[in-house]
């Protein structure tokens, strides 16, 4: 009989009911116990008990403002300790948070503010208020006032009521909320032992900023739910710092995007000696920066897939022996398998990874978009729309994407938002973004166009006005015409392949 390419071992551990995810989160660590180390021009240490009540009061600020059980909250916080509290403390008491970027333009911003009709929204962590948004806003004096209130309990409930929004690039071009329940975290369990090694006497160092979800889910929840030490770098890029802070600092588990581990060992890997192991995640880490990482530190990096509709759901880690040029295999209590048209694919066949729907990390759909929610199941599988294939030990070979999405150092950008902002310049008659290879490891989005003159500093500066920075195009390309196929669709996959001359 045909093996086929379903992983299914063990059911996970299931959800307490009633359940607070911001409750869950802080349950576990010691009073006295250090669970946040912030490092910026100086060191800032949060107990347990300080991030609690900080959690606690300013849950009891937001409801004394008048937000509700339902009310969505919209975050722009920039890399601060503010981003968390407020994130968990929305959560403890049911308003809704939605965390966006700081890098959004302001264009962006007001769209999104358009589109999810937030109660309030927040500014804090340097980013200042916008006026005119037409909902109430709150500044960072704001922020830092709620602190004094009167602290509130956390609301328990149903583990599968909506707990927050993150936004994330459509493949239609535009942006999209993905709704989580509050058992979300729950589901990252699995990544204890099945991507982390996580222990609660660890100290976890993330290279990313606080308001990025990797950094939020990896770097931040996960740490304080087993009740070990969360630590975050705010200062200027320092592309050798963080050798500086593990040693210094002592740091047992670091994770970031591939980018950074290429930045590192491009200088020479020195001060990792306290890991027990490294984590990537966002995008494929190259085999070589791999290899040189393990070479210059002699500690193993660990690689996980995700996505901001499930999380990571297929890893490495120090229990799973390593197989090269694989991304690890499903963690314990997922259920998974790879896809063609009519199913399940044979093993070694290649196909687009699909998660159950049973999956407690999967998301609750898109907001305000069932149809788009819809398009995303076969059946009983959600599509995640990255192509691999499985061999008979479960290990799963990442392949790419089955779709257009480019990925800007771990966030998944569409093609067509970025074409969308170039088609604005006066003159240009098409236009096409890509992901490219620049040099050996080194990927970047790229703007094609076509136009009578070289228009690239118009679209440059109408792509600063418009896109975010890691969604803008980090060169322009002038074409005579673009590659088109029979259907008169932009042959991307041609794009991807171009190579500057």
């Known amino acids: 009989m045909t093996q086929l390419s379903i992983f299914q071992n063990g059911a996970p551990e299931p959800c307490p009911d009633p359940f607070n995810l911001a409750d869950y989160v802080l349950a576990a660590g010691d009073n ?43 975050l722009r916080v920039g890399n601060d300790p503010a981003f968390p509290v407020l994130f968990l403390a929305a959560i403890a008491v049911g308003v809704v948070p939605v965390p966006t970027s700081s890098l959004l333009t302001e264009a962006e911003t007001r769209h999104i503010v358009s589109e999810l009709r937030p109660a309030m929204v927040a500014f804090a962590g340097g980013l200042d208020p916008l006026s005119n948004l037409g909902v109430p806003v709150l500044d960072a004096k704001g922020v830092a006032q709620l602190r004094a209130s009167d602290p509130a309990s956390p609301v328990f409930g149903s583990p599968d009521r909506l707990a927050y929004m993150i936004y994330t690039s459509g493949t239609s071009g535009k942006p999209r909320a993905v709704m989580h329940a509050h058992r979300a975290v729950w589901a990252r369990r699995m990544m204890w032992e099945g991507w982390y090694g996580l222990r609660s006497d660890d100290k976890m160092l993330h290279a990313g900023a606080f308001n990025w979800t990797y950094t939020m889910g990896t770097g931040l ?141 999967l998301m609750l759909g898109y907001f305000e978009q069932p149809n788009e929610t819809a398009a995303k199941f076969q059946g009983d599988w959600f599509l995640t729309g990255d192509t691999v294939s499985m061999d008979e030990d479960g290990y799963v070979t990442y392949l790419g994407r089955d779709d257009d999405m480019m990925n800007a150092g771990g966030y998944r950008v569409s093609p067509m938002e970025v074409e969308a902002a170039m088609m604005q310049a006066t003159g240009v008659t098409q236009a096409a973004a890509a992901e490219v290879e620049v040099r050996e490891n080194v990927r970047v989005i790229a703007g094609f166009f076509v136009a009578d003159t070289d228009l690239s500093d118009e679209l440059s500066e109408i792509c600063a006005q418009t896109l975010a920075k890691y969604k803008r195009p980090r060169m322009f390309v002038k074409m005579d015409a673009l590659p088109m196929g029979a259907n008169n669709k932009i042959q991307r996959k041609k794009l991807r392949d171009w190579t500057p001359t």
């Open 221 to 361: 929840m996960d740490p304080w739910a087993i009740g070990a030490t969360a630590m975050v770098y705010t200062g200027p890029p320092d592309r050798q710092v963080w050798g500086r802070l593990v040693q210094d600092h002592q740091a047992t588990i670091f994770a970031a995007a591939p980018g950074v581990y290429r930045q590192i060992v491009e200088t020479g890997a020195d001060g990792f000696d306290t890991l027990r192991h490294g984590l990537s995640a966002g995008e494929k880490m190259p085999q070589s920066v791999k290899s040189a990482w393990e070479s210059q530190t002699g500690k193993p990096v660990f690689e996980a897939l995700g996505m901001s509709e499930v999380s990571t759901f297929v890893s490495a880690s120090p229990k799973v022996a390593h197989k090269s040029g694989t991304s690890g295999k499903a963690q314990n209590g997922r259920h998974l398998a790879v896809l063609d048209e009519n199913g399940p694919v044979p093993v070694g066949a290649s196909g687009v990874l699909g998660i159950h729907k049973s999956d407690q990390g």
């Open 32 to 74: 006295g116990a250090i669970a946040l180390e912030v490092f910026g021009e100086t060191v800032e240490r949060w107990r347990y008990a300080d991030l609690r009540d900080a959690v606690w009061r300013t849950a009891g600020g937001l409801l004394d403002l008048g937000l509700k059980d339902g009310d969505n909250l919209l």
